[in-house]
């Protein structure tokens, strides 16, 4: 590939950016985000990383878009080569990379592109391993930021073009009227069976397409960044359809060890690369006194590939409450009780304070807080029994 056909996808990709209308609620703040910082976005494959560079290049005269899984075998040099002539000929002063872990070395042509180049960029990787673990500081020349799947909240906005504000957890535990969000309630089971994935509003069918971008993460992408050998990588594919069929509870680095056939430090090694990929999401204990292993969850709809929607909608449910926890930055960890009894699910702290919430069905209710000093309780249920306890698990959604 020529340097002039690179020219040639630049100009395709802006034209491709008028297609989307609606932006994603992290193109503001990169958008307006000032410095020389260089952004790195991380986020699963299909989650709107490409479109969101499309966008940002079609808005200055002044940027460039380039996707590395293009450079190779290209005449156009590598990537500080790319930058230095983009810079020099053509006036660049934005350059939108994505796919960066696609150049191996990126960390190295980042930091020379940042100390000799009067250029910004921002860049995207759908395996945050390849960020997280660098070898090189890149920490103050690099900001981090993560794109999610929909939170409701963005879904709702996307489908309807209404913006409600955001809600607290201590408010959903404390008010009773959510007359305004409830409207949209009906779309909650469409948006967690697959529709919090962006990919959605253009292919309905969202399982077979998911399916496909697994296979791509664990048969290329993880490997090429982790050096796997071939038989990790089929253990890589045990570890995820172990979680993926079985209940919520139990599922941690032993657990795993012991049913996939691996010793417990590869299981622990192959969850925080399926973590670091966006497919599994460990929350660990609170307290002091108990084993510090992760409760394995699943960023959803993961698990929907694995077993049918009612079997699994109980994991589904807490999937979809970690990962609204995750999006807004939440600290929080599950509770585990010493002896086995029953407690709640979940402990989050903020600067409101602490709460502990239950994500339940019809059986969850008072009995679950025994034992539990924190004051404010609140159990989300997608059931429709609500009380003064019990709210919808849908308003999670607009955390």
């Known amino acids: 590939m020529s340097f002039q056909d690179l020219l040639e996808l630049d100009r395709l990709a802006r034209q491709d950016s008028k297609g989307y209308t609606s932006q994603r609620y992290l193109y503001s703040r990169l958008a307006s985000r000032p410095g020389r910082h260089f952004v790195g976005i ?10 969101l560079l499309k ?88 900001q981090l930021e993560t794109l999610y799947p929909f939170s409701f909240r963005e879904y709702v906005y996307f489908k309807t073009e209404k913006e409600l504000p955001r809600l607290s957890l201590h408010r959903i535990a404390s008010e009773s009227e959510f007359g305004e969000y409830l409207r949209y309630e009906d779309l909650f089971e469409d948006y967690i069976r697959g529709g919090l994935m962006p990919f959605s509003l253009e292919e309905p069918d969202v ?13 290329r992408d993880i490997p090429e960044i982790a050096q796997l050998r071939t038989d990790e990588v089929a253990s890589l594919g045990k570890v995820l359809n172990f979680v993926g069929r079985s209940a919520v509870d139990g599922v941690n680095y032993s657990s795993v060890s012991r049913n996939v056939g691996i010793t417990k430090y590869k299981a622990e090694q192959y969850i925080r690369l399926l973590e670091k990929a966006f497919l599994l999401n460990p ?4 307290g002091t006194n108990v084993l510090r292993e992760p409760k394995v969850l699943m960023y959803p709809p993961v698990r929907l590939l694995y077993r049918d929607y009612p079997d699994v909608l109980g994991g589904l449910c807490e999937d ?27 402990l989050i702290r903020d600067r409101e304070g602490s709460i502990v919430v239950e994500i339940g069905g019809r059986g969850k209710g008072h009995e679950q807080f025994k034992g539990i000093s924190e004051k404010k309780r609140l159990i989300l249920t997608h059931s429709d029994r609500i009380d003064k306890m019990r709210k919808p698990l849908v308003l999670a959604g607009f955390l």
Do not use: C
Not at 210 to 217: D, F, H
Not at 283 to 286: G, K, L, M
Not at 320 to 346: C, H, V, W
């Open 42 to 51: 991380v986020g699963p494959r299909g989650v709107g990383k490409t479109v």
């Open 207 to 219: 399982l077979p397409v998911l399916a496909n971008i697994i296979q791509t993460v664990i048969q």
């Open 283 to 286: 929350v660990f204990p609170a």
């Open 320 to 346: 979809f409450f970690t990962l609204m926890l995750r999006i807004q930055g939440a600290e929080f960890n599950y509770l585990k009780s010493t002896r086995g009894s029953k407690i709640p699910d979940f």
């Open 55 to 142: 966008q940002l290049a079609s808005e200055s005269s002044q940027s460039f878009y380039l996707s590395l899984d293009t450079l190779e075998d290209s005449e156009g040099g590598d990537l500080f080569e790319i930058a230095k002539r983009l810079v020099e000929r053509y006036g660049v002063k934005l350059l939108l990379v994505d796919e960066i872990h696609f150049d191996r070395k990126f960390h190295q042509k980042l930091k020379a592109i940042y100390d000799f180049l009067d250029l910004r960029i921002v860049f995207t990787s759908s395996v945050a391993l390849a960020l997280f673990e660098s070898a090189y500081d890149l920490s103050r020349r690099v």
